[in-house]
């Protein structure tokens, strides 16, 4: 039986089972070590791009592997196909793995059957893969893509609002690594967008799209959502966050989880299982009600809402429900 728990809302709008997507940030290999593993893994077609970019075909979809840092990957397609790939290069891309993590980026997979990537996080692991404790420079981290049952504007302002009940509590039960707390890259929603949000009721897309890059015009968000408003109007967007690597798709891009693949003890079902509490959340409008009220009442001129007390406080009422 799959640890990976099944969300309120499994299915989307053509009745087809939602899918997730992950991306994982490792060090501890070459970037040619890591390609053979994943390889191995696979066992799907592969389609070189450069020296630090491949991909693999597979019954699943698409993986993409990829040494992170942008200059390298320029200067590696502008030689991908010299013969014999120059030594400076061969040379450089084995100093960059000591710093630059490698990405893993898997395709969207069904709920039914995340557990197929287990068995690639094991042979990478063995392999001596590193993740979060490894770098104090690269922040690391697990992203979790998961595409919304639909794109209706109701449907995105449940998330938005469960994920930002819990945005504090989620930072302790994942126990984010200190590194990614103080790197930029998974910055929390502030506080006065919470509040304006959590009064917002019957929101068409404008409302959403005008009060969330008011104050969220930048990707350096622990729950992203500039990929999922750009399918819906990219050129909104870029007029407000001119940033190429945004990709716009159905999904939410979700960056709070440590990446600890070294650790025996980890998986990724603990990290979507943690995710699992703001799908069961956002499918339950009454229990919204229940904790914006709370926020609300907890919230105290100029200074906001006590974040201790609201995690304890959450934390409390997540295990009545039986959520914990």
Known sequence: MSRYLK????????????????????????????????????????????????????????????????????????YANADPTPDWLESLSRAAAIIVPIELVC????????????????TLRVAGAQGTDDSIIAALGVHINAELPDTKPSTIQAYLKAYSLLQW?????????????????????????????????????????????????????ALDLLPLLSHLDEQRVQEKVQDDRIKARPAFHYRLPNCEIENKTWSLDAEWNTWWVVEQLSADSSAIETLSRRWSSMSRPLLGVNRDEWVSGVDQWLHERGWL
């Open 169 to 221: 509590w989620l930072v302790d039960a994942h126990d984010v690594n200190i590194a990614r707390k103080v790197s930029p890259y998974v910055d929390l929603y502030p506080e006065e967008y919470i509040d304006r949000l959590l009064v917002q009721s019957d929101a068409n897309l404008d409302d959403i799209f005008d009060l969330y890059l008011t104050y969220n015009a930048t990707r350096n968000r």
């Open 107 to 122: 395709p969207p997979i069904p709920l039914d059957q995340l557990a197929s990537l287990d068995p690639i996080i094991n």
């Open 7 to 78: 969300p309120a809302q499994q299915a989307r709008a053509d009745g087809t089972l939602r899918r997730v997507g992950f991306e994982l940030e490792f060090t501890g290999l070459t970037f040619a070590q890591a390609r053979e593993h994943v390889r191995q893994a696979l066992k799907g077609a592969e389609k070189p791009k450069s020296p630090v970019e491949t991909s693999f075909e597979t019954d699943a979809g698409v993986f993409n592997l990829e040494l992170d840092w942008a200059l390298l990957k320029q200067v590696s397609k502008e």
